[in-house]
């Protein structure tokens, strides 16, 4: 059986696991519900999350979408000396 044309989501080796493996648990802890109420603990990523699910992506690429994310937030956070400020749900939704 070939596997001619197929693509396949390699891991590099490369690099310094140790954020890679926090940046992955910050993006679980993203997309995560509370278990009784069932509401998204941050909705912002939970629908970001979900949007690319809708794009056909899956679970493990939607993640590594959110984490890269969060990287370009918590850089910018550190670069401009800001707190994040979660943005408004409404607003998010609309655009």
């Not at 493996?21 to 509370?34: E, R």
């Amino acid at each position: 059986m070939s596997s001619a044309g197929k693509e396949t989501m390699k891991k590099t080796k490369q690099g310094n696991r140790k954020p890679y493996d926090t940046f992955y648990n910050l993006a679980v802890q993203q997309v995560q519900v509370c278990k009784g109420s069932k509401i998204p603990r941050n909705p912002v990523f939970y629908a970001y999350y979900n949007q690319k699910l809708k794009e056909g992506k899956s679970k493990s690429q939607a993640l590594l979408c959110i984490m890269r994310r969060l990287v370009r937030i918590i850089y910018g956070m550190m670069k401009n000396k800001t707190a994040y400020i979660i943005p408004d749900q409404s607003k998010t939704l609309a655009s």
